[in-house]
């Protein structure tokens, strides 16, 4: 069983930067697939990014230019960079994470809310 605990969020101006960190524990995590999600009000929750245990990083396109994943597997902490953000922007971001042999993502954080003012 994972755990994950998001924190970083925060009220931000429009334009603005914040680094999400997300700390995961138990089973193996440093091996797994480690994501990042958010939800805004009204909405489905949406992709944003993923990252392996090797690096190797995919992001959504509406957010590649602005918002950049890491790991620190020494730390069992993934971190989600968000720059130049738009008040669109404003969701709650979890954090998630998989088994390499699972498609789907099987253990989320609680969620952590950013908010982008104009």
């Known amino acids: 069983q994972v755990q994950l605990v998001e924190s970083g969020g925060g009220l931000v101006q429009a334009g603005g930067s914040l680094r999400l960190s997300c700390a995961a524990s138990?089973?193996?995590?440093?091996?797994?697939?480690m994501g990042w999600f958010r939800q805004a009000p009204g909405r489905e929750r949406e992709f944003l990014a993923e990252?392996?245990?090797?690096?190797?990083?995919k992001r959504a396109d509406s957010v590649k230019d602005r918002f950049y994943i890491s790991r620190d597997n020494a730390k069992n902490t993934v971190y989600l960079q968000m720059n130049s953000l738009k008040v669109e922007d404003t969701a709650v971001y979890y954090c998630?994470?998989?088994?390499?042999?699972?498609?789907?993502?099987?253990?989320w954080g609680q969620g952590t809310q950013v908010t982008v003012s104009s």
């Open positions: 998630a994470a998989r088994r390499v042999s699972t498609p789907e993502y099987e253990y």
């Open positions: 990252i392996d245990w090797r690096g190797l990083t």
């Open positions: 138990g089973g193996t995590s440093r091996t797994y697939y």
